[in-house]
């Protein structure tokens, strides 16, 4: 199996909580885990605001 659940939303969630897997994660996969986690608040805020500023009601 590819393993390839830490570049999914919410499997990170089951991750970070320790759901399938009561094993503590290692140094590189907790490093690993939290940038993957800031990617993708970045990824998610960017296209937040870039919506918010050509979608959003402009008040004049």
Known sequence: IAKLGIFFPFSL???GMGV???DKL???QNIQFW???MVF???FASLSI???KTK???SS
């Open 13 to 15: 969630l089951t991750i």
């Open 50 to 52: 870039h919506r918010f």
């Open 35 to 37: 940038i993957i986690n």
């Open 41 to 43: 608040v970045i990824i």
């Open 56 to 58: 959003d009601v402009v």
């Open 26 to 28: 290692t140094h590189v």
């Open 20 to 22: 399938l897997s009561q």
